[in-house]
């Protein structure tokens, strides 16, 4: 499909995008399910889009009619990150989490300390195998059979091979379409079953370690 009937522009991530990639965020990742109050999910967002922004030193988002539909952001070793200065302000965050009810801080710490403490166990054994990192990329449901997820992949691994990084990672899980990787030549690598409790409820999630080499031989792609 032609992506220039739609009116898709991708760009460099600017201030004015965070407000909409965090919606985009929540309503993909279904995290109302989560978290009750929309001011608290808010803030938990707004902790998980801050670590992103605090290492990545690419990033792009999709814009279709003026409204930000996809997002992605990366990272190459040696180079400085470049969006620190759209951090959002920690301590509002955090004031937040604390006047929420029980459930929504139980469930908040539940999801992404172990969250992190996964991500750790998984790349311990190969994190020197890697110079760069697909940090976060996410797309809006009216985003899909247009092409954006492509256009963002294709423009980071523009940005991977200008600064010759040769080997890249990233984490999917069985909640995510990480069939979109393996389409563009990802392996899975590494796997860990997760169990969280929420509301007294356990939930499984398997998380997934991804890597490819790049640059990608065009025979490991899939139809």
């Known amino acids: 499909m032609d992506e220039s009937m739609h009116n898709i522009e991708i760009r460099n991530?600017?201030?004015k995008d965070i407000p909409m990639i965090?919606?985009?965020i929540a309503k993909v990742w279904n995290w109302t399910d989560l978290i009750e109050d929309n001011q608290t999910l808010d803030a938990v967002v707004g902790i998980y889009l801050n670590q992103v922004l605090y290492e990545a030193t690419f990033g792009r988002v999709a814009v279709l009619n003026n409204k930000v539909v996809g997002v992605i952001f990366g990272s190459v070793d040696g180079i400085e990150p470049k969006y620190r200065m759209l951090l959002e302000n920690c301590t509002n965050h955090t004031l937040t989490l604390l006047a929420a009810s029980e459930s929504d801080r139980i469930n908040t710490f539940e999801y992404l300390?172990?969250?992190s403490i996964t991500y750790q166990e998984l790349i311990s054994d190969y994190i020197d195998n890697y110079d760069g990192t697909l940090d976060f990329l996410v797309l809006s449901k009216e985003s899909h059979g247009l092409g954006i997820g492509k256009s963002l992949w294709?423009?980071?691994?523009?940005?991977?091979?200008?600064?010759?990084a040769k080997s890249i990672?990233?984490?999917?899980?069985v909640e995510c379409n990480y069939g979109f990787y393996e389409h563009?030549?990802?392996a899975r690598k590494a796997e860990k079953e997760v169990i969280f409790k929420f509301n007294e409820e356990?939930?499984?999630m398997n998380i997934f370690l991804y890597d490819?080499?790049?640059p990608i031989d065009i025979n490991t792609f899939t139809c």
Do not use: R
């Not at 990672?169 to 899980?173: A, G, N, P, Q, T």
């Open 202 to 204: 356990d939930y499984k």
């Open 113 to 115: 300390s172990k969250l």
């Open 184 to 186: 563009f030549g990802f």
């Open 154 to 164: 294709m423009a980071l691994k523009s940005y991977f091979d200008e600064n010759n």
């Open 13 to 15: 991530v600017e201030a």
């Open 212 to 214: 490819i080499a790049i």
């Open 22 to 24: 965090k919606e985009v």
């Open 169 to 173: 990672y990233l984490y999917s899980d």
